[in-house]
């Protein structure tokens, strides 16, 4: 089962790039990995999925080693909606079951 | 709107009573998923179904917890004698699934939640 753990707060400044990494170790073989954004009293929202090497979309970019033990969220010119917990999930796949591993998640808290 | 819906939105019970609560996926989805969330957390799997077949429980998913999806569409959580360690954000998140294949992406979308507090 793949542990995943993530930084537990970062600050920034409106207009800086966020970049948030989380570590999975035990990751296997066939684990994507999804990063999901969450405001109080509402459910996680998609943001960006991955398995390997670079990824990129309209709001963020995924970028995953040759090792997949870790990877990092990038979001680019952060605004202040941009506050909020950030979740990476990651999926064991190995056995077609899966098991679902949500970090402790990141607090981002975006000021003027 | 076609995205997961869940129903209620809150529930306030007794120690003791049992809730239920509802979820309906995104139309042509086929995976259904139920997670708990405490403050300050992350979401903890609990259990999922692939159509009506219930693949997999967390070991979360005490004796009191019971989920179904009888016909592979709407699932319910149900939760029996309640408990105040159980007051939680109880998440449904619905995904597409592909047949057959080890390696593919499932991405998971999920629902408002319900908002439980056992008093």
């Known amino acids: 089962l793949a542990k995943t753990t993530q930084p537990i707060s970062m600050d920034s400044y409106e207009g800086q790039e966020v970049n948030i990494t989380c570590s999975h170790n035990n990751i296997a073989t066939n684990d994507y990995i999804t990063w999901y954004q969450q405001f109080p009293s509402q459910g996680p929202r998609f943001i960006i999925q991955?398995?390997?090497t670079k990824v990129t979309n309209e709001v963020a970019s995924l970028f995953i080693p040759a090792d997949r033990k870790s990877c990092t969220l990038s979001l680019p010119r952060v605004s202040l909606s941009d506050t909020a917990v950030y979740y990476c999930?990651?999926?064991?796949?190995?056995?077609?079951?899966?098991?679902?591993?949500f970090g402790a998640g990141t607090q981002v808290v975006v000021t003027p | 709107d076609t995205g997961v819906s869940q129903n209620p939105r809150h529930k306030i019970t007794k120690r003791g009573q049992n809730v239920t609560f509802r979820c309906d996926p995104i139309?042509?989805?086929?995976?259904l998923y139920w997670y708990r969330q405490t403050l300050g957390q992350g979401p903890e799997f609990l259990t999922y179904?692939?159509?009506?077949?219930?693949?997999?429980k967390s070991r979360l998913l005490s004796d009191r917890f019971s989920a179904e999806r009888p016909k592979g569409s709407f699932s319910t959580l149900e939760i029996q004698r309640t408990e105040q360690g159980d007051s939680a954000m109880y998440l449904c998140?619905?995904?597409?699934?592909?047949?057959?294949?080890?390696?593919?992406?499932?991405?998971?979308?999920f629902g408002p939640g319900t908002r439980l507090t056992v008093l």
């Open positions: 179904f692939q159509n009506e077949a219930q693949l997999e």
């Open positions: 998140a619905s995904s597409g699934g592909l047949a057959g294949g080890k390696l593919f992406t499932d991405t998971q979308y």
């Open positions: 139309s042509e989805h086929n995976r």
């Open positions: 999930l990651v999926e064991e796949t190995t056995d077609s079951w899966g098991k679902f591993q």
């Open positions: 991955g398995y390997k």
